[in-house]
């Protein structure tokens, strides 16, 4: 599986962003699906991941409400909906591809990355 990230860029405080990553291989829709990110200083941060089927997703409690996770499976493409943007957003936003939605969630052992994306948020 490779993933391509993309939708990223500059926006002001409070507004959105819709980040999407293209998975190639036939084995997409069975992979759970996540995005992580990492500020510069600072380790990396689980965002949200979503199950294989879709029928499940997670949350960091800082994207809980304002981040919307979805996967498109006639696309192989999962989406990260963007809202209400503040400062402490800004980071490099990787996708990535387990399994495991566990793996995801701490961001460890996790089967395949994405190469990142750059969100930056101006207040």
């Known amino acids: 599986v490779q993933l391509q990230a993309s939708g990223g860029g500059l926006v002001q405080a409070g507004g959105s962003l819709r980040l999407s990553c293209v998975a190639s291989?036939?084995?997409?829709?069975?992979?759970?699906m996540g995005w992580i990110r990492q500020a510069p200083g600072k380790e990396r941060e689980f965002v949200a991941s979503i199950s294989w089927g879709g029928s499940l997703t997670d949350y960091a409690d800082s994207a809980k409400g304002r981040f919307t996770i979805s996967r498109d499976h006639a696309k192989n493409t999962v989406y990260l909906q963007m809202d209400s943007l503040r400062s402490d957003d800004t980071a490099v936003y990787y996708c990535?591809?387990?399994?495991?939605?566990?793996?995801?969630?701490?961001?460890?052992?996790?089967?395949?990355w994405g190469q990142g994306t750059q969100v930056t948020v101006s207040s």
């Open positions: 291989g036939r084995t997409f829709r069975t992979y759970a």
């Open positions: 990535a591809a387990d399994p495991n939605l566990t793996h995801l969630r701490l961001g460890a052992q996790i089967a395949y």
